[in-house]
């Protein structure tokens, strides 16, 4: 008669026997007592089929048809190892890349929902070009348009507003409207955030530039500080306590975009990522574009 042919379970205990050494610390390992585990060789060796051999130490170590079986067995641990960690371990956390103004006004609040509805976390990172950061899965900024290779979605506008600091406006007689920038101070944009047609408005307006920065944060200590009139979000500058708004010419708003390299655009977290901004953001007219 045959002996019978082992199943899993019957693979593991060979295994772990082979890897303990001895009944005694295999059983430990398993968390069953010795005899337990005696039982379970027994019924693996039955009808005359042993599995193992005792070395001069007293040690148990597999012969031919237990080595057979061990290299089952690990082949198929390694699988049940590797569908475990693709079942349970978290997705790697989508890497967002996003200007301080984003940030702070459309980001800020967002992200922790993402998070919970998604199936993993987002990594964002605040800098003064999203552009720059070549790492980033998503990058996030106001933009004039989107960048050549890229997808877009767009996920918001952000209203803008001239304000200076109450010395400032003082010491300028700003009183009432300001009708034109013609012989103001001016605080504006550099780089690409300088690009935007928001800023690209307020160069047309006049006045002088006294001082050129990368991110909204700078433009608001700038302004704070009374260097001049600043084009900046309402959502932050109406915050600042130090800060007026001016009754001015209404600037246009920055629309913010989510951009991904069109290679990667498919990706199931960049695409589910696009999908839920559109219903999340509500932006109006939501539309995906790419660039050529």
């Known amino acids: 008669m ?3 042919f082992p199943d899993w379970n019957d ?14 610390a295999a059983a430990r390992a398993a968390g069953v007592s010795q005899s337990t585990m005696s039982r379970r060789l027994a019924a693996i ?21 237990g080595r057979e079986i061990c290299e089952a067995a690990q082949a198929m641990r390694l699988i049940y190892d590797a569908l475990h960690r693709n079942l349970t371990d978290a997705p790697p956390p989508l890497r967002i890349a996003a200007c301080d103004m984003s940030g702070r006004v459309l980001l ?28 980033a899965d998503l990058r996030i900024a106001p933009m004039a348009a989107v960048p050549q290779e890229c997808v877009g979605q767009l996920i918001g506008r952000v209203e803008m507003g001239l304000y200076a600091s109450a010395h400032y406006a003082i010491s300028h007689r700003i009183r009432g409207n300001l009708e034109t920038m013609e012989g103001q101070e ?12 928001a800023y690209r408005w307020l160069q047309r307006q006049g006045g002088v530039i006294t001082l050129l920065a990368a ?20 959502a932050m500058a109406e915050g600042e306590s130090r800060l007026l708004r001016l009754d ?40 995906d574009r790419k660039a050529g």
Request: with cysteine; net charge negative; glycine share 8%.
């Open 215 to 234: 991110d909204t944060a700078g433009m608001i200590e700038a302004c704070i500080s009374g260097m001049g009139v600043a084009l900046l979000p309402v």
């Open 186 to 197: 001016v605080i504006c944009a550099s780089g690409r955030l300088g690009e935007t047609p």
């Open 248 to 287: 001015a010419p209404k600037p246009p708003a920055h629309e913010v975009w989510a951009v991904a390299a069109a290679g990667r655009a498919e990706e199931p977290q960049i695409t589910a990522f696009f999908r839920w901004a559109r219903s999340h953001f509500r932006s109006p007219a939501p539309r």
């Open 108 to 135: 800020a609040k967002a992200l922790p929902v993402w998070a919970a509805r998604s199936s993993g976390a987002a990594a964002l990172s605040v800098c003064a070009d999203p552009e720059d950061a070549e790492d």
């Open 45 to 65: 060796e039955q009808l005359g089929q042993p599995v193992f051999l005792r070395d001069e130490g007293g040690r148990m170590v597999p012969n031919a048809r």
């Open 2 to 4: 045959a002996a019978p």
């Open 11 to 24: 693979l593991r205990d060979v295994l772990l026997i082979t890897e303990a050494g001895t009944l005694s």
